[in-house]
């Protein structure tokens, strides 16, 4: 009885309540430090202040009148944040971004910007939200790829849209899916990553680094190897190979058997 009286007492003690809050304060606060130390470590940026300060000028003076002043989005185009570094990079290094006209799709061209100006916008662009960065070298290196497992993982993919081996194909409404037979390692990454255009999105729940890695393995043997079975007639697939079969080789079959019938008669 004496024990379970001092208990008792020990619970109504005015600081129980003080220590259970200095213990919660305790869990919470450290909780939060220990996922803040994690976010900084895995969110390291390769920019510096510099880059982002010369990219807002770029923005501003470039982008501004379609994006945002703050990259917020207007009705002419989307807002950027949180499209990340990688968006950015893609966009403006394949000439895409600016646009030169509205349409179905945006077209590649040269680029209007250097690389380091291409760094600068994405530098500004990455520091609005976080979003897919820039992939490193080692990420899309083709020799650390499988290309036969990549080009199984294409064809499951990607085929559908831009042929079994890269040559693009039309879509709906005049879009199309580009070729890939001039595609930078690079591009291919981004690409896959960030989802430009009527492209989806292959995020790493998709397809993880090491499957990207491997696509970009298969396409770049794709790239290195031209047909060993003559004439590619464009990589277009068997609908062209059919067609050109029907009008030029049958085509060629009947007029022949014509020339010869009529110089029998």
Same mark, same amino acid.
């Given at each position: 009885?004496?024990?379970?009286? $001092?208990?008792?007492?020990?619970?109504?003690?005015?600081?129980?309540?003080?220590?259970?809050?200095?213990?919660?304060?305790?869990?919470?606060?450290?909780?939060?430090?220990?996922?803040?130390?994690?976010?900084?470590?895995?969110?390291? &940026?390769?920019?510096?202040?510099?880059?982002? $300060?010369?990219?807002?000028?770029?923005?501003? /003076?470039?982008?501004?009148?379609?994006?945002?002043?703050?990259?917020?989005?207007?009705?002419?185009?989307?807002?950027?944040?949180?499209?990340?570094?990688?968006?950015?990079?893609?966009?403006?290094?394949?000439?895409?971004?600016?646009?030169?006209?509205?349409?179905?799709?945006?077209?590649?061209?040269? #680029?209007?910007?250097?690389?380091?100006?291409?760094?600068?916008?994405?530098?500004?662009?990455?520091?609005?939200?976080?979003? #897919?960065?820039? #992939?490193? /070298?080692?990420? *899309?290196? #083709? /020799?650390?790829?499988?290309?036969?497992?990549?080009?199984?993982?294409?064809?499951?993919?990607?085929?559908?849209?831009?042929?079994?081996?890269?040559?693009?194909?039309?879509?709906?409404?005049?879009? @199309?899916?580009?070729?890939?037979?001039?595609?930078?390692? $690079?591009?291919?990454?981004?690409?896959?990553?960030?989802?430009?255009?009527?492209?989806?999105?292959?995020?790493? =729940?998709?397809?993880?680094?090491?499957?990207?890695?491997?696509?970009?393995?298969?396409?770049?043997?794709?790239?290195?190897?031209?047909?060993?079975?003559?004439?590619?007639?464009?990589?277009?697939?068997?609908?062209?190979?059919?067609?050109? =079969? @029907? *009008?030029?080789?049958?085509?060629?079959?009947?007029?022949?058997?014509? @020339?010869?019938?009529?110089? &029998?008669?």
């Amino acid at each position: 009885m004496a024990f379970q009286r $001092k208990r008792n007492n020990g619970r109504r003690s005015p600081y129980a309540a003080i220590l259970v809050i200095l213990a919660g304060l305790l869990v919470s606060g450290g909780g939060y430090a220990a996922a803040n130390a994690v976010v900084n470590t895995q969110t390291d &940026s390769p920019y510096s202040a510099q880059d982002v $300060k010369n990219g807002n000028q770029l923005f501003l /003076a470039n982008c501004a009148s379609c994006h945002g002043r703050n990259a917020e989005g207007t009705k002419a185009a989307p807002s950027l944040i949180g499209v990340g570094a990688a968006s950015v990079d893609f966009q403006v290094s394949t000439g895409r971004m600016p646009g030169a006209a509205s349409g179905p799709q945006l077209t590649d061209k040269p #680029p209007q910007f250097n690389e380091q100006q291409i760094k600068e916008l994405a530098a500004y662009v990455a520091s609005l939200a976080p979003g #897919p960065a820039v #992939p490193t /070298a080692a990420m *899309i290196d #083709p /020799a650390g790829g499988n290309t036969t497992r990549g080009g199984e993982l294409f064809r499951i993919n990607c085929a559908m849209c831009h042929n079994a081996v890269g040559a693009g194909g039309a879509l709906t409404e005049g879009k @199309w899916a580009a070729s890939l037979r001039n595609a930078s390692a $690079k591009e291919l990454y981004e690409a896959m990553l960030t989802g430009p255009q009527n492209m989806p999105v292959f995020n790493d =729940a998709n397809l993880t680094p090491k499957d990207k890695q491997d696509i970009i393995a298969y396409i770049d043997y794709v790239q290195q190897n031209p047909s060993a079975g003559g004439e590619e007639l464009a990589n277009l697939g068997p609908v062209a190979e059919g067609l050109f =079969a @029907w *009008i030029f080789m049958l085509g060629g079959i009947v007029a022949i058997t014509i @020339w010869l019938g009529a110089k &029998s008669n």
